[in-house]
C-alpha cells in the first residue's frame, strides 16, 4: 500500500470517519455542484432541455433550478435520456436530455442555467 494512502487510513480511523461516511458526503458534495447550459428547448410530451453537463452530477427525481439574469424556476427531473436511452444517472462531460417537471415551454430559453436546488 502506498505511503501516503496509510496517512489517509490512519487519519480517518483517528478522526472516526468511515468509507461510508466519505461516500455520501463526496456524493452530496457532487450533486450540489450540478450545472448546466440549455442549449436547446423541446416540447414532447413535456418540457424537454438538452445540453452538456458542466459540473456534478444528476439523477431522476432530482430538485432542479433555471436561472436567467431575472428569473428562477424550480423544477423537477423526470427523465434523463442519454444517447438515446433512458437512464436514471449522468455525469459531468455527458450531453443529455432532460424532462422537466413544473415548468412550462414559454418560461424556457436557450442559454439558461439549470442548477441542483436543496
Not at 505511503?3 to 468509507?19: L, N, Q, S, Y
Not at 450545472?35 to 410530451?45: G, P, T
Amino acid at each position: 500500500m502506498n505511503d501516503k494512502i496509510k496517512e489517509v487510513v490512519a487519519f480517518m480511523k483517528e478522526k472516526g470517519v468511515t468509507i461510508d461516511e466519505l461516500n455520501a458526503y463526496h456524493n452530496e458534495k457532487l450533486k450540489r455542484d450540478f450545472s448546466m447550459v440549455v442549449d436547446a428547448v423541446y416540447d414532447l410530451k413535456g418540457v424537454v432541455v438538452t445540453g452538456r453537463i458542466d459540473a456534478g452530477y444528476l439523477c431522476v427525481g432530482m430538485n432542479l433550478e433555471l436561472q436567467s439574469e431575472k428569473t428562477k424556476i424550480l423544477c423537477t427531473c423526470a427523465q434523463v435520456e442519454k444517447k438515446r436511452c433512458l437512464v436514471n444517472f449522468a455525469t459531468k462531460g455527458d450531453y443529455v436530455a432532460i424532462k422537466l417537471k413544473g415548468v412550462s415551454k414559454t418560461d424556457v430559453k436557450t442559454g439558461m442555467i439549470l442548477k441542483s436546488f436543496f
